[in-house]
């Protein structure tokens, strides 16, 4: 599907991924942002992106966003916190799902790209392929995630969608939000400068992929994948430690602190400690990252400082 000349809907188009995904869209297609401003920003929004504020589990809400002319629905809306032990968050997600998918079979609009994310593998062994089965997620939120990928399933084989899945690394770039773990560094150190407090033994380990190269891939599956349920790992080749990361934006802002570590070899209830995805099927597709993740996280760190 070629993103050009297109309308084009953005859910949860105001926060981090889904504002720099209106950023690449805006200067070709007509671009809808969807968003309830809870974890976004207008501010963050091209001028030309036409925002409809609102929470999508409300059916006017999303009746007003996704009309018949809409040639695709980015779906980027959901309670995105990954340490929330809370089966709310389960039924949230999915019913935003729900709501848009209702929506979309109710006006004829049949194209979607939906934002998943690796920890609806669990802890499975690396790299994750796209195949790897049995999916066995181990927080509510990779539970919420895995519930909105069999829905959109159904959906591809039973309604005439097409639907792009994509299953996310860690993501880090400008606009990252403070419960992740770059922000939660830097704004640890900017008070006390002396003494960095790490969740879990810091060997956690993970890839981390830059949202400009996120982004990338993503239009490029779109651009590229034609079946009627597309899954792809977007993420790179490399991991980054916990500990590593703490070197890296202690290295940035020029200090050297002592580490306390919690204990534990996870951060929170439901935390995957070693992620890495495999990306050999986004590879096959024409695309992979130029950054390795040790380089992700620098350029982002060097990003985040830079914001006010």
């Known amino acids: 599907m070629d993103l050009s000349d297109k309308r084009i809907v953005v859910t949860g188009g105001a926060g981090f991924v889904g504002s720099h995904l209106c950023d690449r869209l805006v200067d070709d297609n007509e671009v809808v942002a969807v968003d309830d401003l809870s974890n976004g920003e207008r501010a963050w929004l091209p001028a030309e992106v036409d925002l409809v504020a609102g929470d999508l589990t409300d059916p006017d809400v999303a009746a007003e966003a996704i009309t018949a002319d ?6 980027f809306a959901a309670d995105k916190n990954a340490a929330r032990d809370d089966v709310d968050q389960y039924r949230l997600n999915n019913r935003l799902t729900e709501t848009v ?19 609806v593998y669990g802890e499975a062994p690396r790299p994750t392929p ?3 089965a049995p999916m066995e997620p181990i927080s509510i939120y990779g539970a919420s995630k895995l519930g909105e990928e069999s829905l959109l399933s159904v959906y591809a084989h039973s309604h005439d969608f097409t639907v792009w899945v994509y299953r ?3 993501i880090v770039g400008p606009r990252l939000q403070k419960g992740a773990v770059i922000p939660d560094f830097i704004g640890k150190l900017r008070e006390d400068p002396g003494t960095l407090e790490i969740l879990g033994d810091g060997r956690q380990e993970k890839s981390y992929l830059h949202v400009a190269e996120c982004i990338d891939a993503m239009c490029h599956v779109v651009e590229n994948a034609d079946g009627p349920f ?11 430690s916990v500990t590593t990361i703490a070197d890296i934006v202690a290295d940035e802002m020029g ?3 002592d580490y306390e570590f919690t204990g534990g070899d996870r951060g929170w209830v439901g935390d995957v400690p070693r992620m890495r995805l495999s990306v050999e099927k986004l590879a096959a597709l024409g695309w992979e990252p130029d950054q390795s993740s040790d380089d992700a996280v620098r350029q982002a760190t060097r990003e985040l400082l830079d914001e006010p």
């Open 230 to 240: 597309n899954v792809y790992n977007l993420g790179t080749r490399t991991t980054t």
């Open 255 to 257: 200090l050297e602190p």
């Open 101 to 119: 998918i209702e929506r979309m079979d109710e006006v004829g609009v049949s194209n979607i790209a939906f934002t998943s994310s690796s920890v």
């Open 130 to 132: 796209e195949d790897y």
């Open 70 to 75: 809409v040639d695709v629905v980015f779906h």
């Open 168 to 170: 996310f690394a860690n």
